[in-house]
């Protein structure tokens, strides 16, 4: 009898843990595809109003070029002297 009991409590240990995980991952999925949507909309509404929203491929090329402005300190020096930035806007999107 004690055998099954222990047989009955596994199972119903993994039958918990496996409920409270799978719940876990809906709400991760849901939560992924709520972002994703507003990011979509977000990106159709600057667009169809004149927005300056750069691409994927637009945003990892500028990650580069600041890379290699913090490699190159000469290069960065002369743009502290010359340029001046206005009219800069930034936003956190949390995962």
Do not use: C, W
């Not at 090329?61 to 402005?69: C, Y």
């Amino acid at each position: 009898m004690n055998r099954y009991a222990g047989y009955i409590v596994a199972a119903s240990l993994g039958i918990l843990i496996g409920y409270f995980a799978g719940r876990e991952h809906l709400k991760y999925e849901m939560r992924s595809a709520f972002e994703s949507a507003a990011e979509g909309i977000s990106e159709s509404l600057s667009s169809a109003f004149g927005g300056n929203a750069e691409t994927d491929q637009e945003q990892k090329e500028s990650g580069g070029k600041r890379q290699q402005e913090r490699e190159d300190p000469a290069k960065a020096a002369y743009i502290a002297e010359h340029l001046e930035l206005y009219d800069v806007s930034a936003e956190y999107k949390g995962l």
